[in-house]
């Protein structure tokens, strides 16, 4: 298994993506928040060892990257956090899991190349940043008037 406290988060991230590429299944070991008997978070991290069939990487409003895959043991959708994870190996075999239909997202086009897709994201990031900036100096200006 590769560590991913040995090498830099891009690196993974590279590794990542050529695993999805080619359909390559991926063995993690992560770290996720314990659930209580109610289902609920307890907010303690525990280690997991998964096998994912990857089939997205996105990035949430907070700046983490989250990995999209099918369980292999249980054939259900995860999603583990690309800073939670510990270890990975990707496998030479290819994937045996269907994964979900893609979700209608009209505000995500297609890409030609992974450089518009960066282009994409970071014009994205962007906007948030700047329209929650806005947002906040709007109303620090209708206070103090």
Same mark, same amino acid.
């Given at each position: 298994?590769?560590?991913?406290?040995?090498? =830099?988060?891009?690196?993974?991230?590279?590794?990542?993506?050529?695993?999805?590429? +080619?359909?390559? %299944?991926?063995?993690?070991?992560? *770290?996720?928040?314990?659930?209580?008997?109610?289902? +609920?978070? =307890?907010?303690?991290?525990?280690?997991? *060892? +998964?096998?994912?069939?990857?089939?997205?990487?996105?990035?949430? /409003?907070?700046?983490?990257?989250?990995?999209?895959?099918?369980?292999?043991?249980?054939?259900?959708?995860?999603?583990?956090? *690309?800073?939670? *994870?510990? /270890?990975?190996?990707?496998?030479?075999?290819?994937?045996?899991?269907?994964?979900?239909? %893609?979700?209608?997202?009209?505000?995500? %086009?297609?890409?030609?190349?992974?450089?518009?897709?960066?282009?994409?994201?970071?014009?994205?990031?962007?906007?948030?940043?700047? =329209?929650?900036?806005?947002?906040?100096?709007?109303?620090?200006?209708?206070?103090?008037?």
């Amino acid at each position: 298994m590769k560590h991913t406290a040995k090498q =830099t988060t891009l690196r993974t991230l590279e590794d990542l993506h050529k695993a999805l590429a +080619r359909k390559r %299944p991926v063995t993690i070991q992560a *770290l996720k928040e314990e659930k209580d008997e109610r289902g +609920r978070k =307890t907010g303690n991290l525990v280690e997991t *060892l +998964r096998t994912l069939e990857i089939y997205d990487l996105t990035t949430t /409003a907070n700046g983490n990257i989250l990995i999209h895959g099918m369980d292999r043991e249980t054939g259900e959708d995860r999603n583990f956090r *690309l800073d939670r *994870l510990l /270890a990975y190996t990707v496998h030479r075999s290819t994937y045996t899991i269907e994964r979900p239909a %893609p979700e209608a997202d009209a505000e995500r %086009p297609d890409f030609a190349d992974e450089a518009d897709f960066i282009a994409w994201e970071i014009a994205r990031t962007d906007a948030e940043y700047w =329209t929650e900036y806005l947002i906040k100096q709007t109303t620090q200006q209708a206070l103090a008037a």
